[in-house]
């Protein structure tokens, strides 16, 4: 990160405001406002990862909490039995629009294929 506080940052920090739904000492949880379907959520941790290609060992118990937290909240927001995508992106070409590593949970409605997915090769 170069210093600067990201738009996540500020939003863990309450400068910004933001719909959350759930906040930890590790992570917080909060509505997308260009939601991409009836339930999309993002979830953030506290501390400011810029991206997947930043973890480091020690953040492999807050990582996992990440999971449990989505989890959680799938059942919460009533997707857990229907079906829902988790999506970390990485980078430009992948969409990563803010420099803070962050859980999208979408759902509430049926998906569709991975986007970009290439067809199998021909055997």
């Known amino acids: 990160m170069d210093g600067q506080p990201t738009l996540f940052s500020r939003i863990i920090a309450g400068e910004i405001p933001a719909d959350i739904i759930y906040r930890d000492d590790d992570c917080i949880a909060f509505r997308d406002i260009q ?3 009836p339930v999309h959520l993002l979830i953030v941790p506290v501390e ?3 991206s997947i290609a930043n973890i480091e060992p020690s953040h ?3 990582l996992g909490h990440l999971f449990v937290v989505a989890a959680r909240l799938g059942e919460e927001f009533g997707v857990a039995r229907s079906g829902y ?12 629009t803010v ?3 962050h859980l999208h ?3 509430g409605r049926p998906l569709g294929a991975l986007v970009g997915v290439a067809p199998p090769a021909p055997h």
């Not at 995508?85 to 990563?96: E, F, K, S, T, W």
């Open 35 to 37: 939601a991409q379907a």
């Open 48 to 50: 400011p990862i810029p």
């Open 60 to 62: 492999e118990q807050m």
């Open 85 to 96: 995508r988790l999506i970390i992106n990485h980078g430009d070409d992948a969409g990563q």
């Open 99 to 101: 420099p803070h590593l």
């Open 105 to 107: 949970l979408i759902g």
